[in-house]
């Protein structure tokens, strides 16, 4: 049995490599992929060579990035982190044949899992098993945003991703994958407003007809827009709370002054080129703003216990359930065979072809 493998084998090379499949042992199950989601921020900064780990050694104990060899070199052959498969052999009780999933094994036709090495989130029935992209790895990401933004209000002590929304004034910069789930996530879980910012008009089109209002950062001030509509008290206008989902210095910035005083931003943004504009004499300092990165490698600081992937998970079954059909029809904007994936790939890393969620479909 062959696989066939989307391999990034240097900066702007993608090709479609056909491996032996591993062997089936005790304790494991195949999965033959049925759709795999293109993350266009994290697999694009392998295509373009601008990813950190491609340069530099990762040292994870000290958590720094130090000088040495890469800790992920070309070829990358593991690229990809939005996969439904279904099941075609097990040889473990734990996993049943016919079983749709979602996992996070790359961009590749076929994987042998072990299941207590790797997550396999089965899918309900009555939910679009394309949606399925979503639910193991992305919603996560995004519903940790959330998350980081219930535990900077109440600590540990997190009951409902709603406990960092709810009733609140809300700002998401960027429109994106990440932006527009994490405003879906702070809308379904009770905001009291929620503002889409991008300077895009076919992104905000987007934004809007899943249901959200957006401003136009280069038009009028947003700042000064949304400080005036979002009052609390004298000298204290802005938004709550800020998801900043664009990895540009003046998207940070822009988040930055939207906040009212003591406001939060919470970073989901991947900054390949660092973010030099960014300027923390200004609104940071003077209104006394918090900024935190909600990375999905770890939810917040003592949640761990109580919100782990699985939750989050969860939660982002419950978002699909509520919004899958204009997800579906808004967010996914392409759906592609996957022999096209190197093309693809190589597009729309030379920005050759704009698109905002592709699904690879085999």
């Known amino acids: 049995m062959r696989d066939h493998v989307v391999v990034v084998s240097g900066p702007g090379r993608v090709e479609l490599v056909e491996q032996d499949a591993a062997e089936l042992t005790d304790g494991t199950f195949r999965v033959e992929t049925l759709f795999s989601g293109v993350s266009a921020g994290t697999e694009l900064s392998y295509v373009k060579g601008t990813n950190p780990y491609l340069n530099v050694t990762w040292n994870a104990d000290l958590g720094l990035f130090q000088p040495g060899a890469a800790s992920t070199p070309y070829p990358v052959t593991r690229l990809g982190y939005m996969q439904v498969g279904r099941v075609v052999e097990s040889r473990t009780p734990a996993v049943a044949v016919g079983t749709v999933g979602a996992m996070t094994y790359g961009h590749r036709t076929g994987w042998v899992a072990d299941p207590v090495a790797e997550r396999f989130v089965p899918l309900p029935e009555d939910l679009d098993p394309l949606l399925g992209v979503y639910v193991a790895h992305m919603g996560p990401i995004c519903a940790n945003g959330v998350l980081h933004a219930a ?25 994106g994958v990440v932006a527009l789930l994490t405003a879906l996530f702070a809308k379904r879980h009770g905001a009291a407003s929620v503002v889409v910012l991008d300077p895009t008009p076919q992104r ?107 939750r989050l998970s969860a939660e982002t079954i419950d978002l699909l359930r509520a919004y899958g059909d204009v997800i579906r029809k808004h967010l996914v904007s392409a759906v592609v065979p996957f022999e096209q994936a190197p093309a693809l790939l190589t597009d729309l890393a030379e920005r050759r072809r704009q698109e905002l969620q592709v699904v690879l479909t085999v």
């Open 151 to 175: 535990a900077d209000l109440h600590g540990a002590d997190v009951r409902s991703l709603g406990d960092g929304v709810r009733g609140r004034r809300v700002a998401v910069v960027g429109s």
């Open 204 to 310: 905000r089109a987007v934004a809007e007809a899943l249901g959200l209002e957006t401003l136009d950062p280069e038009a009028d001030d947003p700042a000064v827009v949304l400080k005036t509509r979002w009052a609390h008290g004298p000298g204290d206008r802005g938004a709550d709370v800020v998801f900043q989902c664009r990895g540009q210095a003046w998207a940070l910035q822009l988040a930055l002054r939207l906040l009212r005083p003591q406001g939060t931003v919470v970073d989901l943004a991947f900054y390949q080129a660092g973010a030099d504009e960014v300027r923390f004499g200004e609104e940071f300092h003077h209104n006394g703003l918090s900024l935190r990165c909600a990375q999905i490698g770890r939810v917040p600081r003592g949640l761990a216990p109580t919100w782990d992937r699985e």
